[in-house]
């Protein structure tokens, strides 16, 4: 009797915790993507402001993006303006370059670690995971520190100096995209049958024939991701960039960060726009990628 | 001291005898030779118009490289690390003396440098460069407050103003300028090298900071317009700049009566610069009367350049802002930064990495 | 061919020969040249030369000790707030039960984060500038008659800390919670366990790993941040990322800031270790 009611009594307390426990489940996801969400929509809607001000909407107004666009076209456009665009061309042939490099590299790791019997492979582990957790701003010093060395080294040598650019961008970029390539494909192989790369074998495919007929084919949507995976970083990398980069080889992120901190007009609203609704589309067709990816394994 | 005061002479000089004469101008031609190379420059923040680049690379046929810096400090790092590329760098007085010393500059050609002859002559020869062998001057100007004139009505007179206002307050990233004006409250020459002397102005500046929310880089002009302080210590132009945008009387410069900062910016050329031919034409380019004006009716500095204030291309609202061209009285008031040598540099940069650290305590 | 070739051609360590020359290149050599140049002394012009010195540790453990502590608190805060908002996020998002109400919860967590750094950081400064959208809509509906000073203070590096790494925290949750298996739950309520000690229990642990990764992803990247406190911090949100910047800037002292940075790297290593080691306990118990 005296066990059931004590019994009744924790099921009482039970029950207002499990409710307010379910409040709190709800109330936390609202809160949470209200938080997550709207700084993104105040810069969006401040890109059709009419005023410079981020105080008051005054009016709906499409000039911002048309100052954009205008130089686009080729139409005349300001200084400024042409510089932002000079540093978007920058940041896309960084960006492709970078992704060629590290998704080669890396799925070639990938495919090494995979299979590989090799002594160091715990070490090997240890040093693709270093890149992705290292503060950034380390990294970005450390490659800074390292180019200057090698180019004064160089300068002592041949008499000719180097100067960085976009071959130290991308050697950067390089080596931080290379762990996130290799992560990605490393997953994609972990599910793959290795029975089916032998069978190739046993039927007299030499092993070249069987890496590109069988196992690419494969392993081809995890390369595709992480090479988009990549391309985004790249395309997003400030610290790294801003270190490594010579004259003239400003990105977007580096002419972006320079520009937030020297004007107030929409224009930067309007660029923050186009670029998210850049990266929305990158990533959507990433996930497709990896949608299809699923649905076929 | 004694050697700024022979700089100062000059500047009293500068208040424009603004006696407008049209003249008839030809347009500058760019010499032949020079189509599609590369030029590469490397100056302040919001320092020049914005067709002086495009107009240049249209007359040379050329492509110009264009980035920007906050602080002789800053461009000084970079040029040291090892030029990464760049043709023209843009240093205050005291950084070219520092520069020329490392031989981090390299001599200009005045025979590719015909529009020198359009330069006031007293501006030439200054203590920092007395050849001119390595800098012709760009513009000229001065450190002082900038300030929201809704919170001050009655304006701006005295640094005390500053230090003990109530409200956010925006400081500048110019360490030798900071130390500076802490300096004159002691009663120190604002180019000491004594370590005592540095340590004790950076103390000053420690227990006057309090209202301090940022040291801006060369950007506080912008947090003045954005209303995020009501004090940015800045250099004159930048402030005047965001009036002439506005259209509005909200914000105004003032240079306190216990004096402030007066410099002079120069075009030179680094050490492994890759194009230092187009350099000197691009340098000469500046030097033209009607683009020398432009760029000064566009960021609102002092023109070092005598043809542009006499050929009237200079607006007249420029010539006659105290703002821009200080009275000779105040000018008087006023300190140039030079080099204090390298010992003195690192005591001044501990000092500075120690204010930015416990200002905001 | 030579046998050693052959061998590494067999055994799969060739096909990773080009990818480890160039992580040593352009990895490691770097980090070896920081460690270097930190212990040597600081040359005409901020770079490093000869004698070694231990000069640049000793000033990093004094004046700048109290950045370090600021870094590491802001960075350890950051992580226990993205915890208590990302732990129920997570499993809201986990147990929505049509699969596309739930790539669509996720989706939404995740898209903020495709959206360049910078600008996401920007979009504060608009929101709690003294005259931004945060203090005027309060303004216009009377619950203060002046701004509040929200923008260049560590409240605000700490919304933008927050803001930029909770995604990091949200899904390895996630992922943990949709490996976990409810039944478990309910096993838990027929023996008599209330709804506390069940979470505790049973849900806490099993769903630690992706506690701990969220953790490790948070921390880290916090600690060394330096476009946050940069953008939003001013002089009270100062950071040790902006010191290490402005070594390699206006103060010009490579050596310094090569130890600054070492220091930083030195309380990572440490973090990954206690996650390490908080990883292997778990698994054993």
Redesign the interface.
């Given at each position: 009797m005296r066990q059931s009611l004590i019994n009744e009594g924790a099921l009482r307390r039970n029950r207002v915790i499990r409710r307010l426990g379910s409040v709190g489940l709800w109330l936390n996801p609202i809160f949470a993507y209200f938080f997550l969400w709207a700084p993104i929509l105040i810069l969006v809607l401040f890109s059709f402001n009419n005023s410079r001000s981020v105080a008051s909407f005054t009016g709906f107004t499409l000039k911002w993006y048309s100052n954009i666009l205008n130089n686009v076209m080729g139409a005349e456009s300001a200084f400024s303006t042409e510089i932002m665009l000079n540093a978007f061309r920058n940041s896309l042939f960084v960006g492709t370059i970078a992704t060629a490099i590290s998704t080669v590299l890396g799925t070639m790791i990938a495919l090494a670690m995979a299979r590989g019997k090799f002594r160091g492979l715990r070490l090997l582990d240890g040093l693709l995971f270093l890149p992705v957790v290292i503060p950034e701003i380390t990294q970005a010093i450390s490659l800074a520190i390292f180019f200057k060395v090698v180019f004064d080294w160089a300068a002592l040598i041949s008499g000719e100096r180097i100067f960085p650019g976009f071959h130290t961008i991308i050697a950067a970029h390089v080596t931080f995209n290379i762990s996130y390539v290799a992560i990605v494909v490393r997953a994609r192989l972990a599910d793959m049958d290795p029975q089916l790369e032998e069978a190739a074998n046993d039927l007299g495919a030499n092993p070249w024939q069987a890496f590109w007929r069988v196992t690419f084919p494969l392993i081809l949507p995890g390369v595709i991701s992480g090479a988009l995976l990549a391309f985004t970083l790249s395309l997003d990398d400030f610290v790294i960039t801003f270190f490594t980069s010579g004259v003239g080889t400003s990105t977007l992120p580096v002419f972006v960060y320079g520009l937030l901190k020297l004007t107030v007009t929409p224009e930067v609203n309007a660029i923050s726009t186009i670029m998210m609704v850049l990266s929305t589309i990158l990533i959507g067709i990433s996930l497709a990628m990896q949608g299809r990816n699923a649905s076929r394994a | 001291m004694k050697k700024i005061l022979l700089l100062l002479p000059v500047l009293l000089l500068l208040a424009p005898l603004s006696l407008a004469q049209d003249m008839e101008h030809e347009p500058w031609t760019c010499p032949e030779g020079y189509e599609g190379q590369t030029l590469s420059i490397f100056n302040w923040s919001t320092y020049i118009a914005e067709d002086t680049v495009p107009n240049f690379e249209e007359a040379c046929g050329v492509t110009v490289n264009y980035d920007i810096y906050e602080s002789n400090e800053a461009m000084l790092a970079r040029i040291r690390q090892g030029n990464p590329g760049y043709d023209i760098v843009v240093p205050s007085g005291g950084t070219v003396q520092r520069m020329a010393e490392e031989m981090l500059l390299i001599p200009l050609d005045m025979a590719m440098i015909p529009n020198v002859a359009n330069l006031i002559p007293d501006l030439l020869g200054a203590a920092y460069d007395p050849e001119n062998t390595y800098s012709l001057p760009y513009q000229w100007g001065t450190v002082g407050v900038g300030y929201s004139t809704e919170v001050f009505p009655d304006g701006i007179t005295s640094w005390n103003q500053v230090w003990e206002h109530d409200g956010p307050v925006a400081w500048l990233d110019d360490r030798q300028t900071m130390l500076g004006i802490a300096h004159l409250f002691l009663d120190n020459d604002p180019n000491t090298t004594d370590p005592d002397e540095i340590n004790a102005a950076r103390d000053y500046l420690l227990e006057k900071g309090g209202n301090v929310v940022t040291v801006a880089a060369d950007d506080g002009q912008v947090l003045l317009e954005r209303g995020d302080v009501d004090i940015a210590i800045e250099y004159n132009g930048d402030i005047l700049q965001i009036s002439w945008d506005c259209e509005c009387d909200d914000y105004a410069y003032a240079i306190p009566e216990e004096g402030s900062n007066v410099w002079i910016d120069n075009l030179s050329i680094p050490v492994d610069a890759p194009n230092p031919e187009l350099a000197m034409v691009f340098i000469d380019y500046i030097l033209d009367a009607k683009v020398g004006a432009d760029l000064t009716n566009y960021i609102w500095y002092a023109s070092p350049n005598q043809a542009s204030i006499e050929s009237g291309f200079i607006d007249e609202e420029i010539l006659n802002d105290p703002a821009i061209f200080p009275p000779p009285e105040q000018v008087a008031n006023l300190f140039a930064i030079i080099d204090v040598g390298a010992e003195a540099e690192e005591l001044i940069n501990n000092a500075w990495d120690e204010l930015l650290i416990f200002l905001g305590q | 061919m030579p046998r050693w070739l052959s061998r590494?051609r067999k055994?799969?360590?060739?096909?990773?020969l080009?990818?480890?020359l160039?992580?040593v290149i352009?990895?490691?050599?770097?980090?070896v040249?920081?460690l270097a140049?930190s212990f040597m002394s600081?040359g005409?012009?901020?770079?490093a030369i000869m004698p070694f010195t231990l000069n640049h540790y000793e000033r990093t453990f004094d004046?700048?000790f109290?950045?370090l502590q600021r870094s590491i608190g802001l960075a350890a805060l950051t992580t226990v707030i993205c915890l208590i908002?990302?732990y129920?996020?997570a499993?809201?998002?986990s147990t929505r039960r049509r699969r596309l109400v739930q790539q669509i919860?996720l989706?939404?967590?995740?898209?903020?984060f495709?959206?360049?750094?910078?600008?996401?950081t920007?979009?504060?400064?608009?929101?709690l500038?003294?005259?931004?959208?945060i203090?005027?809509a309060l303004l216009n509906l009377g619950l203060i008659s002046e701004p509040l000073?929200l923008?260049?203070t560590q409240l605000a590096v700490l919304i933008g800390l927050v803001?930029g790494f909770?995604p990091f925290m949200v899904l390895p949750i996630f992922a943990s919670v949709e490996r976990f298996n409810f039944r478990y739950v309910d096993a838990a309520h027929d023996l008599g366990a209330?709804?506390?000690r069940t979470f505790l229990r049973i849900v806490l642990p099993l769903t630690m790993p992706g506690v701990l990764a969220g953790c490790?992803l948070v921390f880290?990247?916090s600690?060394?941040a330096?476009?946050t406190p940069d953008?939003l911090g001013?002089?009270?949100?100062?950071m040790i990322?902006n010191?290490?910047?402005?070594q390699?800037?206006?103060?010009?002292?490579?050596p310094l800031?090569?130890a600054l940075?070492v220091v930083?790297?030195a309380v990572?290593m440490l973090s990954?270790l206690v996650y390490v080691f908080a990883n292997r306990r778990d698994r054993g118990a």
């Open positions: - | - | 590494a055994n799969g360590s060739l096909l990773a080009p990818t480890v160039w992580l352009f990895f490691v050599t770097p980090l040249i920081v140049f600081r005409r012009g901020g770079v004046i700048f109290i950045i908002a990302g129920p996020l499993f809201f998002i919860t989706f939404l967590v995740i898209l903020p495709w959206t360049n750094f910078l600008i996401r920007y979009a504060w400064r608009i929101l500038g003294e005259e931004g959208t203090n005027s000073p923008l260049n803001y909770l209330n709804d506390i490790a880290i990247p600690v060394g330096f476009v953008l001013g002089t009270k949100g100062l990322g010191l290490i910047n402005n390699f800037g206006g103060s010009g002292n490579m800031g090569s940075s930083m790297m990572v990954l």
